[in-house]
């Protein structure tokens, strides 16, 4: 086994254990945190750039201030209806499988974590390393990452190459 398949191994077993210790519930729910955080801010943040403007010079900072205050406000408000959610779960009794449920759940974020991270290598040489080509899990993770690259912009997904 190359020791980048043992990276890759590594990787899928410590989100899977995190998810363990943490729960289904509060790793899905923070994932549907993340995800409407990342969509609030991006469908709103040209709305609150507007009344920065009396107190921030710069357009760019104003949008970038705009985007960060959003994603706060909506991760912390996320955050919170979480922990209620969470003390919701441990009052039932449901924590045993709650828990078994997000080993899985988070096994599969780990596979999800390390296709994204093949994607982001199709934009260097990486794929064509002597290591990279020895190790047996990689092209796995590489057709991962080719079906996740056809999702972009033909102008964005030109520029991943891989040896897959």
Same mark, same amino acid.
């Given at each position: 086994?190359?020791? $980048?398949?043992?990276?890759?191994?590594?990787?899928?077993?410590?989100?899977?254990?995190?998810?363990?210790?943490?729960?289904?519930?509060?790793?899905?729910?923070?994932?549907?945190?993340?995800?409407?955080?990342?969509?609030v801010?991006w469908s709103?943040?040209?709305?609150?750039?507007? /009344?920065?403007r009396?107190?921030?010079?710069s357009p760019?900072?104003?949008?970038?201030?705009?985007?960060?205050? $959003?994603?706060?406000?909506?991760?912390?408000? &996320? &955050?919170?209806?979480?922990?209620?959610?969470?003390?919701?779960?441990?009052?039932?009794?449901?924590?045993?499988?709650?828990r078994?449920? &997000?080993?899985?759940? &988070?096994?599969?974020?780990?596979?999800?974590?390390?296709?994204?991270?093949? $994607?982001?290598?199709?934009?260097?040489?990486? /794929?064509g390393?002597?290591?990279?080509?020895?190790?047996t899990?990689?092209?796995?993770?590489?057709?991962?990452?080719l079906w996740?690259?056809?999702? $972009?912009?033909?102008?964005?997904?030109?520029?991943?190459?891989?040896?897959?």
């Amino acid at each position: 086994m190359a020791w $980048l398949d043992i990276v890759i191994v590594a990787v899928i077993l410590v989100s899977a254990l995190i998810s363990l210790a943490r729960g289904f519930v509060r790793e899905a729910f923070s994932l549907a945190i993340w995800v409407l955080a990342f969509w609030v801010s991006w469908s709103f943040f040209r709305d609150l750039e507007v /009344p920065l403007r009396d107190w921030i010079g710069s357009p760019t900072a104003r949008l970038g201030i705009a985007f960060a205050l $959003l994603m706060i406000v909506t991760l912390t408000v &996320g &955050g919170l209806i979480n922990f209620l959610i969470i003390q919701l779960v441990e009052r039932t009794g449901m924590s045993g499988t709650d828990r078994l449920v &997000g080993m899985v759940f &988070g096994a599969a974020r780990g596979v999800l974590l390390v296709a994204v991270l093949v $994607l982001l290598a199709g934009l260097t040489p990486l /794929p064509g390393e002597g290591w990279w080509l020895e190790s047996t899990m990689v092209g796995y993770f590489e057709e991962m990452a080719l079906w996740l690259r056809d999702l $972009l912009p033909p102008e964005m997904a030109d520029r991943f190459r891989y040896t897959a």
